[in-house]
């Protein structure tokens, strides 16, 4: 967490633009620029910032994405984690309470790649049920 207003601008800044120098952001915060690279350093150092990524544009992107709802059975879970490790085009797996165990995040180029990944975790051992939820556009995006 931000430790105060000052932290708070900072990542309002880096959120909007990583790359932003951080003269400019001294600049636009009306700090020394010593101020801010120590503040920057400080923020990583205690895990708030865990690093700089790349959000591709949307023609490199993946044309399709889905999220499947799954239900696995009791200790199948470790199993069909290794088994969606071994899939690129499983983004990301959260685990949840309620009527699914995981939530899986799926990227694809095409239905048909899309519709051969959905069919390989599903058809796996352990897998009680599952439900496809395939993302029709974007409306908002706060990826943090």
Do not use: W
């Not at 696995?72 to 088994?83: N, Q």
């Not at 519709?115 to 706060?142: F, W």
Request: with cysteine; proline share 3%; net charge positive.
């Amino acid at each position: 967490m931000p430790s105060d207003e000052i932290d708070t601008q900072l990542l309002a800044l880096l959120a909007e633009n990583a790359r932003m120098p951080v003269a400019t952001m001294a600049r636009r915060m009306g700090l020394a620029r010593t101020t801010v690279q120590a503040r920057l350093e400080k923020l990583e150092t205690n895990g708030t910032i865990e690093g700089y990524t790349l959000r591709l544009g949307a023609t490199l992107r993946p044309r399709l994405r889905a999220t499947v709802l799954l239900s696995v059975e009791p200790r199948a879970g470790a199993a069909i984690l290794a088994r969606l490790k071994s899939l690129p085009q499983v983004a990301a797996v959260h685990t949840a309470s309620g009527r699914f165990d995981m939530i899986i995040n799926l990227a694809a180029d095409t239905t048909e790649e899309m519709d051969a990944v959905l069919d390989r975790i599903c058809e796996g051992q352990g897998v009680r049920s599952s439900e496809s939820l395939i993302h029709l556009s974007t409306k908002i995006d706060r990826r943090t």
